[in-house]
């Protein structure tokens, strides 16, 4: 079956605008990831949904990051006033359950900040 | 000091050797021991998954748990060109929170 899927695969944007990612999961997972990975480091948590769930924003590094989750699947991620710092990629993952320890990535969104 | 510690490498090797990747951390609380494998440019995928202690084997890879020591290992055994890629190691804990907590990647470099 189809894996997960993120769109735009890259994304070219000026400081100060606003810009929003995409992450289809995969279908019948209830857990939604995202992550970000900056040059040279590992994955940094940013958000996950579990079904109807309050989400753990506790990754979240500024209140200019936000995301949301519709109908329990498809998940956007905005950064509002983009910095050069956020320059980075963004990973989606979803699992069958936040129980579940097997998590599933797409290929990412390269995000360029200019 | 980060959580999980692990050398960026890069580790360059002659195909047919044994790869060795750690990781150390310092978080008793963790339960689940993950190792990724990321290619250029593409999403990382699971490798190997240890719950607790002790050593899986699947094929050419073996993860190895010590707890008491916070110790993670990843051994590949005749290493193939196939193989060059980055290494994440990845760690959970029982309760909390669900995401994973991600050593900084090794990138390993398998020569013909």
């Known amino acids: 079956g189809a894996g997960v899927s993120q769109s735009p695969s890259n994304k070219v944007t000026e400081k100060g605008k606003d810009v929003e990612l995409r992450c289809d999961p995969i279908?019948?997972?209830?857990?939604l990831y995202w992550y970000r990975q900056s040059l040279g480091q590992g994955l940094e948590f940013l958000i996950y949904?579990?079904?109807?769930?309050?989400?753990?924003k506790s990754g979240l590094p500024s209140d200019r990051f936000s995301a949301e989750r519709t109908g329990g699947s498809v998940s956007t991620l905005t950064i509002q006033r983009t910095q050069q710092e956020d320059s980075a990629v963004y990973l989606c993952?979803?699992?069958?359950?936040?129980?579940?320890?097997?998590?599933?990535f797409g290929p990412g969104t390269r995000l360029l900040v200019l | 000091q980060k959580e999980v510690e692990q050398d960026p490498g890069p580790l360059s090797v002659p195909e047919g050797a044994i790869v060795s990747l750690n990781c150390t951390y310092s978080?008793?609380?963790?339960?689940?021991f993950m190792w990724y494998r990321q290619y250029s440019r593409k999403g990382p995928e699971l490798l190997m998954y240890?719950?607790?202690?002790g050593n899986k084997e699947d094929g050419r890879f073996t993860a190895q748990v010590d707890k008491s020591s916070k110790y993670i290992s990843l051994f590949i055994r005749d290493s193939q060109p196939s193989d060059s890629a980055t290494y994440l190691c990845?760690?959970?804990?029982?309760?909390?929170?669900?995401?994973?907590?991600f050593g900084s990647g090794t990138r390993l470099q398998v020569q013909p």
């Open positions: 993952a979803s699992s069958l359950s936040v129980y579940q320890e097997t998590q599933y």
């Open positions: 279908s019948g997972h209830t857990a």
């Open positions: 949904f579990q079904g109807n769930s309050a989400p753990d």
């Open positions: 978080n008793s609380a963790f339960q689940y």
């Open positions: 240890t719950y607790s202690s």
């Open positions: 990845a760690l959970r804990a029982d309760t909390g929170r669900r995401a994973l907590t």
